[in-house]
C-alpha cells in the first residue's frame, strides 16, 4: 500500500505528510522527530506508536514512494513500443513525479544512495530498469554500444537533475512542456 495514500483513520498519514516535507527541505539529518510532530501536529510520543525511530519512518517512507516509482519504471521498461517510445514514457514517468509529488521526488532522488542496499527484494531497482531498457535497446540495434550500466547512470542523472532544478525553482515553466525536447536530447546521446 502507498504510504502517503493510507485512509486518514490514524494520525499515521499526517506524521508521514510532515516527515516528508521536512525531510524533502532539511534532509534526513536535519530534521528531529520533535520537528516532525510539531509539524504533524502530535506529540512526539504518538510518532513512536507507528514508527520505532527516526530511521525506521525515513526508511518505510522512502521504500513505499521509491516502490510506487519503480513499479511505474518497470511496466514502461517491459511494456510495448520502440525504445525511443519507451524513453519518451520514462520521461514523462520522471517529470510527472516531479510535478506532481515534488517533495517525495526531491526525497527519492537524495536518499536513494542511503536506502538502496536496503531494499526489499519484492521492489523492483529502477537502476536495474533501466539498465534492462538500455540493454534492450542494444539488442534491437536502437542504441549504440557501450557499458550499459553507465549509459542508464548518465539516463538516470540527465532526467534527475533536470527534474531536480525545476523542482528547486530554477524553472517556471512546467517540466511536462519538455518532455519531447528531452527525449530528444537523451536520445542523441545514447544512439551516437
Known sequence: MDILQEKPNTKRPAIVQAALSLFAARGFHGTSMRDIARNAGVQEAAIYRHF???????????FSVYNQHCQQVQHIVTGEGSTKEKLCSLVRQEFTMAENSPEAFVYLCENERIFFDELPTDIPSARNSFIAFII????????????????????????????????HGQRHDHLSDHITQVTEGCWRMMTR
Open 52 to 62: 520505532e525511530s527516526k530511521e525506521a519512518l525515513a526508511r518505510t517512507l522512502f
Open 136 to 167: 534492450d535497446g542494444q539488442a534491437r540495434g536502437e542504441l549504440a554500444g557501450g557499458k550499459p550500466e553507465l549509459i542508464a547512470d548518465m539516463l538516470t542523472g540527465v532526467l534527475c537533475g533536470v527534474a531536480l532544478s525545476w523542482v
